[in-house]
């Protein structure tokens, strides 16, 4: 069997070693476009800021070591010109000598990642204007900064590996400003988490300039001109483009294979092409999200190792299938940690998903442990169901652990509520008796079993000004004092019950403390007296984080802005 | 509804509060004998060492708290000394001031939890002879320690308490000892992940005296002799017993409620005792391990929690159900993470389950980023359905997380091999792209298919002595320099191909590496050219860690022993 793989990394090279590993007389070449293989995509931020200090670690195999071990022909600098499907062949360019030749194959596997998006700009051509995506571009982001020193960036963009290059070029002693379209970083959170998020963006010196548009780049006698729609210009040393990634997938089409959203690779499970003995995997292919069953793309390695093992396999005559992905997903922010898994809220709206959330403040381990610390943790469910459909985690230890946690019930298809019931590991260095997980369970219980009612921030507007309702903060007058929600009262949880005869009977009370606990308690209190109650998922501490993050989105003008 | 719990520790107040919630009106009172209630049994080792400060933090609630915020009378020093079920009253006697009186209830909750298992020795009355269970016993500890300042002292018993309570004394600079009759410490953990842990304790400087017997305790001028079963006596400065608890269930024996296992409180999954309006939860208890379907008692504060707040449903006219444990748990050895769920081989073999396992040494993070550290995993499933059974993983970072997904896992009833499926969040300083709990399962199913056949440790012997087969180890020639196992032969992995006509087809094959991955690379090489093959699971890496450990427990004589 004779098979060669487009791209040789992370889909590409691991199906490469696997269909290896299960048929050692196979002849397996991959064509590899850049100068590197099973290079480590997701590493490349931290090499600019010298987190990791040599170029090397950034590949993780060779096409020496592969070829020495699992006798593969790892061919770099080579690029598949075109898809004979019919001949079942293949053109190749030797980008080295410009010399162009055929390959015959039994099976093919497309493994061609996805590219920057490269808006059309004026200016784009500029040295000082760079994409980050393979090893060579990040030597030329290295090499530019060793050799010019730059002192200022503008970051396009605010994703994942934007946020990683950010904090890195921050690390290196740089002035950075993030600006995008968007009023939001990170568009696999709500705008509510990612408001910690900004939070911490600004907290360690970034400007952010969101809900601005970039028109182009002009060169200027000192640095670069960015220009904005509406906006006098950003000045910098040099500019970074990390407004997302496409399907690379010109030579699939070109080869007549079907395609999906965005110009993606269709695939079935097996990894199969429409074309006969053409599989493909990685950022290019078109999967299924696994919690709203619909076509969807991700730009993950996780996912990407997964289908080109998967793909080897059925290439190897066995019979694997994908089970989607759910995007699951973590990042870290300077010292913040921020997480995901399953669909956020906006995606449910837009599905016709009628869902809800809990939002809660844990400690990652248990309080009386030295070194804990608090995040902010959103778990999203079906109205209907419970289904358990997502979640969102910021903060610090333990983020990721929790993200994983969720994704896996997810993965197994349990309820909400029945996070409750995870027999979870617990010492206190490393969580509570009820692990923050069992604590978004015993909510969503609550809310099924009709003791919690919740209103959200898009409520707090019409509530605010509803004059048939009442409005309780019950944390301490000192809390209370230093800052609370207009229109909201002031009576101390462990006061209520003996100012219970100010609290009209026959009205609908809004209750809010600091994080969403003490209120409940006070609802329950009030349930107990036959008050319908409400309370304020997330708390103020929610509040005040969105309320500021909104003002200060509102306030970043671009020029002289202060943002401490 | 007047409701009266008897206990105020973690299954007695989680309940007392979720009780109020759920009623309002409720009449709650809580009976405590100790002076504390609500208070962190498992921070208790941590005030010892000093790492928690202040005794305060301790308790995370007090009675005033209770009464203000639940209107919960907590009554410490308040010992219940019977129930007469007939007449729906307990006696109770108030230790502070002799006096003895009766309440009644209409729901009566058990939470009386555990004592410390005392053997019957001689000298156990003496002044230096201590168990650690509550804030009382830490307060007498810390006191003795404090005014004494004690130079050594001697650990009887070596699981979960202990092991803390050593990393505590040894911050102290305290020198230790653990005896105890079983050969290995942390019982949960199988011998050869144990193994691990005993490397870790002996590398802090603290002396592993296993498989020996303490006949008793006696005073010298100087310190106290810990007396052994034909060895010498082991002096000390203190003793701290700590080989286990048992549910102290007298009260309930006496009122006719019908006992579980080991003496505790039998109880359905609605945590009903067998007497009508008599409930129970806690450490008393007997439950339901979730993997084998059999009674069991867990002594954990996860369970206890989730039982109490069910009871309190329960209590209340809800209809919640337990649904048993996994007995998850982790605890900080020194540096050392060590956490298991499930059940291990041990009880696999006890309980007639036909399981078998896999053993990995992952990183805790990808490669490239600075920091990642290596974790060795065992994750036990049973042969003929891959069910997953359970894991036991040793390390430092993320092993509570592995530990913790996998737990969610094996509530969900997902396939060992499935794990392989699970969408998990990657980015450099968290995971892999293929995450150590995604590794686990691509070896399962790899086992699964047919396509690699292991052998273990209990192997090695008969397998070096078998004439017919054919022993490789395919490190380097440096590594097989460093240590190898007698018998065999060296071919490095990436040379194998070049030496087939030395190895003969008609021969079994066992091969050998550091970890397991690289054999079995080499297995299917050879496995492509028509040989039997079987890999080792766990590598040399496991085989001279345990090799090592075994020698260290029989050369562990108790004088003047050099384990440095």
Known sequence: MKVIIVGGVAGGATAAAR???????????VFERSGYVSYAN???????????????????????????????????????????????????????????????YDKLLLSPGAVPTKPRLSGMELPQVFTLRTVEDTLRIREYIDE????????????????????????????????????????????????FIHGTVRKHGVKLALGHTVEGFVQKEEGIDVLLEDEAPL?????????????????????????????SIAVNDRMETS????????????????VTGRDALVSLAGPANKQGRIAADNICGGDSHYQGSLGSSVIKVFDLTAAVTGINMKTAEQEGIDADYVI????????????????????????????LLGAQIVGYEGVDKRIDVIAAAIH?????????????????????????????GFMIDNIEEGRLHQFHMEDIEKISQD??????????????????????????????RDHLDEISQSRPVYVMCQSGLRSYIACRILSGYGYECYNFAGGYRLYSTIKQDRCLIEKETLCGMDLS
């Open 19 to 29: 269909i290896r590993r299960l048929d050692e007389k196979a002849e397996i070449t």
């Open 42 to 104: 997701c590493g490349l931020p931290y090499y600019i800021g010298g987190i990791i200090e040599d170029s090397k670690e950034l590949t993780l195999q060779t096409p020496e070591s592969f070829l020495e071990r699992f006798q593969i022909k790892m061919k770099v600098q080579h690029e598949v010109t075109a898809i004979h499907p019919e001949r079942k062949i293949v053109s190749v360019k030797n980008l080295e000598n410009g010399q162009e030749f055929e390959e015959t």
């Open 148 to 195: 010019n020193q730059p002192k200022s960036a503008v970051l396009a963009g605010g994703g994942f590996i934007g946020l990683e290059l950010v904090e890195n070029l921050r690390e290196l002693g740089m002035d950075v400003t993030i600006v995008q379209q968007p009023e939001q970083l990170m568009s696999p959170f709500d705008p509510d988490m990612a408001a």
């Open 235 to 263: 000045r910098a040393d040099m500019v970074i483009l990390a407004i997302g990634v496409t399907p690379d997938t010109h030579l699939a089409a070109e080869a007549g294979i079907e395609l999906g959203i965005r110009g």
């Open 275 to 290: 074309i006969p003995d053409i599989y493909a995997a990685g950022d290019a292919v078109q999967i299924k999200n696994c």
């Open 360 to 387: 809660l403040s844990p400690m990652s381990h248990a309080g009386y442990y030295p070194g804990g610390k608090v995040m902010t943790m959103k778990v999203i469910f079906e109205k209907k169901t419970y289904r």
């Open 412 to 440: 197994a298809g349990m309820k909400a509520s029945d996070l409750k019931d995870l027999d979870l590991a617990y010492a206190p260095p490393y969580s509570s008796a009820k692990d923050p997980v069992n604590m978004a």
């Open 467 to 496: 004059e048939r309702v009442i409005r309780l903060d019950i944390r301490t007058k000192m809390e209370y004092a230093g800052g609370h929600v207009d229109g909201f009262v002031n009576i101390p949880v462990d006061e209520l």
